[in-house]
């Protein structure tokens, strides 16, 4: 349900922002459903207020803050430690102790007029970048953070022959940075809608059956069954990046991944630079596909009933109804 909040005072080190669009991800509704596993297992718990691909600006500062100003554009990371420990040092704050995650772990998120964060883990947004786009920045963010971890650095990787598996919201940033950066980029899906954005930016097809073509392989479904397929068929010497959730147990032999010198990486959510890397990485991406469905925050239950339906690429909610 909507209610009225009354807006609480800021601490030491937190800005006030007033949100201008968060975008609806799988993990809002696994929250409302009781699915997530962060609640099944008791780390995180009710109530929260959902939402962490958000974007605003500043309306007010708390006490100690110089490098944040009122008027600013800005969005907030989702992952958020204690800002002290080796780990919040090391900008990998998902190995803290004491972490929080926006409107999932302990923090209210944006689905709200309003949201209080730590003005560490605030980054403005470029001139060029809209409020809409400026949304996409934590999942653009989550999209690099693997494509690091995968060995994907930037334009000076060298070439390769990568698949993603998927065509939503995180397959389709994967797509277009890869080929952004000069990789060769197969996109696998069976909706041939979804394929259909991808039109100059990738090779497309419905079908897994030349999987065993590529280098890496970049798994954004979360299917099971799916991603035994590529452990199966793969090339030998291939990569896998799995970015999708939920995957269910399996019975699994590890030997197909050993006899075939494979890698798998799993990766989950981003860091500060990650942050950064993606604001700088929004202006030379297409973004039109994914700014097509956007609701009044009053309307979350329409846009859920939307995102369920897969009625399009990306859906969206607007706070502020007036920002750009």
Do not use: N
């Not at 600006?57 to 992952?79: F, K, L, M, N, Y």
């Amino acid at each position: 349900r909507l209610e009225e909040r009354a807006v609480p005072s800021l601490k030491p080190g937190e800005v006030l922002v007033r949100v201008s669009h968060v975008g609806i991800c799988g993990t809002d509704l696994e929250i409302l459903e009781g699915t997530l596993g962060y609640y099944r297992s008791g780390m995180a718990k009710y109530p929260i207020v959902p939402g962490h691909e958000s974007s605003g600006t500043i309306v007010a500062v708390g006490p100690r803050i110089t490098e944040i100003s009122e008027g600013d554009r800005v969005v907030v990371e989702c992952i958020q430690g204690c800002g002290v420990c080796p780990a919040c040092a090391r900008d990998e704050a998902i190995r803290c102790s004491e972490r929080r995650e926006v409107g999932v772990i302990g923090q209210d998120g944006a689905y709200a007029a309003y949201l209080v964060a730590r003005a560490r883990h605030v980054h403005r947004v470029p001139p060029e970048v809209t409020l809409a786009q400026a949304a996409l920045t934590e999942p653009l963010a989550v999209v690099l953070k693997g494509l690091r971890r995968l060995g994907a650095t930037g334009p000076a990787t060298p070439p390769r022959r990568c698949a993603v598996v998927g065509a939503g919201t995180i397959g389709q940033l994967a797509a277009r940075v890869l080929s952004l950066w000069g990789h060769a980029v197969t996109v696998i899906d069976q909706e041939r809608p979804r394929l259909a954005l991808l039109d100059g930016v990738a090779t497309t097809t419905t079908s897994l059956d030349g999987v065993g073509e590529f280098e890496w392989i970049v798994e954004a479904t979360g299917s099971q069954q799916v991603l035994t397929a590529l452990l199966e068929h793969s090339a030998t010497g291939a990569t896998l990046l799995l970015l999708g959730l939920p995957y269910s147990e399996r019975p699994f032999s590890f030997e197909s991944v050993v006899s075939f010198d494979r890698a798998i990486l799993g990766s989950v959510g981003s860091s500060g630079a990650d942050f950064r890397q993606a604001l700088a990485t929004l202006p030379l991406i297409d973004t039109a596909s994914f700014l097509q469905a956007t609701f009044p925050l009053s309307q979350f239950e329409k846009a859920w009933d939307a995102f369920r339906r897969r009625s399009a690429l990306k859906v969206m909610l607007q706070a502020d109804e007036g920002a750009a």
